[in-house]
């Protein structure tokens, strides 16, 4: 999906963006774009799938604010790698003294989205005791406090989330097959970035846009060789890498057209790739020269200290355009 992103009105934030802000010219995009139109129309329970980084949790938001709970609250919850104390407590709340260092009573998420969304990413990371719990707050609109015995109720619009394959889990006993049904009263997909390549275009143009309101820059394009590169790329992390890959152009690039040695991409190994530097350039390396260094570790090294002399020196700038820490690339240059 693309959010709109022009000079005639303001910009957008994933905040505030409703349905209305989101266009694509992929037909797989733009059926998940019509279901979500219906959805928000209803009280149902939504749940969405696709792959990490595909935009599920802009998705939900979106829908909340274009639904009759607009004016209520949003509330996110990410259930992956808790104990089921600790979601209990995160999804229900406690009293004071339920548990060691439960110094006061606490509203979980479920309480405090009260007429309004629950968003939960990642659903199918719940225990099979958590999903019991679950359901019935799901069906019901009831409660309790960790630590309580009080039967609370809210009445709360529950979008749930997960990148897993849920179907898979159901038919492995993995996923309660009751709570699958009633989370799913709509259930949107949400195509990988690779699947859409209408979107691609639009969507590098609303990033540099993003990227230059954030970085005071005024970018006005791309190299030939650069979009070539962005439109060959499998991007396995969806719009989240999008993201990343073209902050770090913007901020690697002088003048007003991105050229390709700034758009980095990782390559399978984990390791930044950009366009071999050409002949003659004080990084090229002969590959038939006596001597030549050809490891995988000495073309990394070549790599680094070619962005790092984009960035004038700056170790910082070089480590945010590299995606690495500073003290990762610290220890690379040192080794």
């Known amino acids: 999906m693309t959010m709109r992103d022009t000079n005639e009105r303001r910009p957008v934030t994933p ?13 797989a995009m733009q059926r998940c774009l019509e279901l979500a139109r219906v959805a928000a129309r209803t009280d149902l329970p939504i749940l969405i799938l696709g792959e990490t980084g595909t935009g599920k949790s802009l998705l939900a938001r979106a829908i909340h604010n274009s639904s009759p709970r607009a004016g209520r609250s949003f509330v996110a919850f990410n259930s992956a790698a808790l104990s089921d104390t600790l979601l209990d407590s995160q999804l229900f709340g406690h009293e004071k003294g339920a548990f060691t260092g439960a110094q006061r009573q606490v509203k979980g998420k479920f309480e405090a989205a ?3 969304t629950l968003f939960i990413d990642e659903i199918a990371n719940m225990t099979p005791a958590a999903q019991a719990k679950i359901l019935r707050a799901v069906e019901h609109g009831e409660f309790e406090r960790l630590g309580s015995e009080t039967l609370r109720t809210a009445d709360v619009r529950v979008i749930a989330a997960t990148h897993w394959p849920l179907r898979e889990f159901l038919d492995r006993d993995r996923f309660r097959r009751d ?12 195509p990988p970035l690779r699947e859409r390549p209408n979107d691609l275009r639009s969507l590098i143009a609303a990033e540099i846009a993003r990227a230059n309101r954030q970085q005071g820059k005024a970018i006005t394009g791309l190299d030939r060789a650069a979009m070539d590169r962005l439109m060959a790329h499998p991007w396995p992390g969806n719009l989240r890498e999008l993201n990343r890959v073209i902050r770090a152009a913007v901020a690697l690039t002088e003048g007003q057209t991105i050229p390709p040695e700034a758009v980095l991409i990782e390559t399978t190994d984990g390791h930044p790739s950009c366009p071999e530097p050409a002949r003659g350039s004080a990084d090229a390396v002969d590959p038939s020269a006596d001597g030549a260094d050809l490891t995988l570790r000495a073309a990394e090294l070549r790599h680094i200290r070619r ?21 990762t690339l610290d220890r690379k240059l040192s080794s």
């Open 114 to 116: 009260h007429d309004g």
């Open 179 to 190: 709570l699958f049904y009633r989370i799913s009263g709509l259930t949107l997909t949400v």
């Open 15 to 27: 905040g505030d963006a409703t349905l209305d802000d989101f266009q694509s010219d992929d037909p």
């Open 307 to 327: 962005v790092l002399e984009m960035m004038g020196g700056n170790r910082r700038r070089a480590a945010r355009a590299l995606g690495v820490s500073r003290s």
